[in-house]
């Protein structure tokens, strides 16, 4: 029962192709950045468009309002909701919304992820994505195009400590527009140790049009706060943050370096209730 699952995405990474693929990265999960992008092993609403099975951990409902902030740039600037409940029995909903660009350019995502607990020990998501991009002449609208694409992802709870996970984004390739430009396809498998609460070590791999990159995080809970760092290749850039959280409320922040670029930084408000 848990071999089939991961011997089937260990799979997809290996034979993903490296086509060309339209649109920003338009996942924000502050704490998975601050931990080297490792979010196919993490839980919470955040996480949905790393992978989809992380939103059946949710038990309270969560709103979180975030923002991605490129290169230090404000024009690239990308704003983000996440939030999920309790659907039925062992099963959960999530919602992601993105916006990235201005009045010339902008691209928009909304996600909706169905989630559940297929045994106690194994999660699975399924999540539908909408992308829009709109190009004006400052004047009137240029041009707009829409697509539609499927995410899905697992999550296996192995010897209490360990956890096995894996996404697929676009499995099916889809395009967008007149062009047929591909939106992006990307597998992410990973895994996750949590030797006490909150601290967690996380090792993924993942596999785009970029190629293969490695991602190690860590966390490190220290009483209200916990630090968070993490590293990844192609390029190679590190990064680190910070999460702390009081009466249901969680402020989250994180920092990512670029070998040319300059510093990213992210930020997050979650609200449990």
């Known amino acids: 029962m848990r071999v089939k699952p991961a011997v089937f995405f260990i799979t997809l990474l290996i034979l993903a192709g490296q086509s060309e693929a339209a649109f920003e990265e338009l996942e924000i999960g502050v704490a998975s950045q601050a931990m080297g992008g490792t979010g196919v092993v993490l839980f919470g609403a955040e996480m949905a468009l790393f992978n989809p099975a992380a939103v059946a951990g949710v038990r309270n409902r969560t709103l979180t309002v975030s923002g991605r902030l490129p290169f230090s740039k404000i024009d690239f600037a990308t704003c983000g909701i996440d939030g999920a409940f309790h659907l039925s029995g062992r099963w959960?909903?999530?919602?992601?919304?993105?916006?990235?660009?201005?009045?010339?350019?902008?691209?928009?995502?909304?996600?909706?992820t169905l989630a559940g607990m297929l045994t106690d020990d194994m999660?699975?998501?399924?999540?539908?994505?909408?992308?829009?991009?709109?190009?004006?002449?400052?004047?009137?609208?240029?041009?707009?195009?829409?697509?539609?694409?499927?995410?899905?992802?697992?999550?296996?709870r192995m010897y209490n400590r360990w956890l096995l996970a894996a996404s697929v984004r676009n499995p099916f390739q889809a395009r967008l527009g007149e062009s047929g430009e591909y939106l992006k396809r990307r597998i992410d498998v990973g895994l996750r140790y949590e030797p006490a609460t909150g601290m967690i070590s996380a090792l993924t791999f993942s596999r785009d049009f970029n190629g293969m990159r490695i991602h190690v995080g860590q966390s490190l809970p220290l009483g209200l706060v916990t630090i968070l760092a993490g590293v990844q290749s192609n390029p190679v850039s590190i990064s680190g943050g910070l999460n702390t959280s009081t009466f249901g409320i969680a402020l989250k922040y994180a920092v990512i370096t670029h070998p040319q670029l300059d510093l990213t930084h992210q930020f997050g408000v979650t609200c449990d209730f």
Do not use: H, K, W
């Open 92 to 112: 959960n909903v999530g919602l992601n919304l993105r916006y990235f660009g201005g009045d010339l350019y902008n691209e928009q995502m909304a996600a909706v």
């Open 123 to 156: 999660s699975f998501g399924l999540q539908p994505v909408i992308y829009m991009a709109s190009i004006a002449d400052g004047v009137s609208e240029y041009g707009s195009a829409t697509a539609m694409a499927v995410n899905m992802g697992f999550q296996v």
